[in-house]
């Protein structure tokens, strides 16, 4: 992500509702498109050059998601990676038209990591339905403030969303309009104020890793809607999708995607 301090000599057009501000020295293409958010007062913006290719056969693609970027554009028209990767596709490809591409899952905007795509409907198909039917492992690191007393263990509780505020509450026991979710979590390391923890969710309940662990005591940090003392200049929290294993929907070949942190941040690169 480059930061953009003004609008003077930029370039300007609309994709949907949502500015693009380019250089023509960033950009020789005819049309341009960039993930605008605005933190601080400061407008970032990603080109399709910028995406991290995880992983992209005829079938799939796995990115490496930034923090502070939709998985999938709204209908508010805000830009998503989605339409950043189908950019990508159109160019690769010479398209005339938009690209196909299929999403079979997400991560919340705040969050980093793998992120699967299908680039035709037959493999979004088949991996809606593996993670359906569980068939996919997904492996999340996340760094907390505060150490677990037991270094592993299988964490369940009850989740109730409020759909209003778009925040869950995580009970022991179950209550009306909850839903059971599990995760097992592992300390792997501790710096002097954080620790980190591998998370293997076996349900995927809306924020559930950030509820959890702060139901715990354990919030994660940057995370102040679940129980952090202070946010992350960014934006961003630090849970981060670092793995994904699977059998590739057209070849059944199994695959294991691994996702770098966040460069640049000294917690991630401490803990690393």
Same mark, same amino acid.
């Given at each position: 992500m480059r930061p953009v301090q003004t609008r003077e000599n930029f370039i300007y057009t609309t994709i949907g509702n949502a500015p693009? %501000? @380019?250089?023509?020295?960033?950009?020789?293409?005819?049309f341009c498109i960039f993930a605008p958010r605005v933190i601080n007062g400061v407008i970032f913006k990603m080109h399709y050059s910028e995406l991290e290719i995880l992983y992209e056969d005829n079938h799939i693609i796995a990115i490496n998601k930034p923090v502070g970027l939709m998985v999938q554009s709204d209908k508010a028209g805000n830009i998503g990676l989605d339409d950043i990767i189908k950019e990508y596709l159109r160019v690769k490809y010479n398209k005339k038209g938009e690209a196909f591409l299929g999403v079979a899952h997400r991560i919340d905007r705040p969050v980093s990591g793998v992120v699967i795509f299908?680039?035709? #409907?037959? +493999? $979004?198909? &088949?991996?809606?339905?593996?993670? &359906?039917?569980?068939?996919?492992?997904?492996?999340?690191?996340? /760094? /907390? !403030?505060?150490r677990p007393d037991k270094l592993e263990g299988h964490l369940l509780h009850?989740?109730?969303?409020?759909?209003?505020?778009?925040?869950?509450?995580?009970?022991?026991?179950? /209550?009306?309009? #909850?839903l059971q979710c599990e995760l097992d979590y592992k300390w792997i390391k501790s710096l002097d104020n954080y620790h980190l923890l591998e998370i293997d969710p076996h349900t995927g309940r809306h924020h559930q890793i950030r509820v959890q662990l702060s139901k715990m005591g354990w919030p994660i940090k940057g995370d102040v809607k %679940?129980? !952090?003392?202070?946010?992350?200049?960014?934006? #961003?929290?630090?849970?981060?999708?670092?793995?994904?294993?699977?059998? @590739?929907? !057209?070849?059944?070949? $199994?695959?294991?995607?691994?996702?770098?942190? +966040?460069?640049?941040? #000294?917690?991630?690169?401490? /803990?690393?």
């Open positions: 693009c %501000y @380019h250089t023509p020295t960033q950009c020789d293409k005819d299908a680039k035709r #409907s037959k +493999p $979004l198909k &088949r991996l809606n339905e593996m993670f &359906r039917e569980k068939e996919i492992k997904k492996t999340y690191w996340a /760094v /907390v !403030a505060n009850w989740l109730k969303k409020n759909e209003q505020k778009n925040i869950s509450h995580a009970y022991e026991q179950e /209550v009306k309009g #909850s %679940y129980g !952090a003392r202070r946010g992350n200049t960014d934006g #961003s929290i630090h849970l981060h999708a670092r793995k994904i294993q699977f059998k @590739h929907p !057209a070849t059944d070949q $199994l695959i294991e995607i691994v996702a770098p942190p +966040p460069q640049g941040d #000294s917690i991630w690169k401490a /803990v690393s």
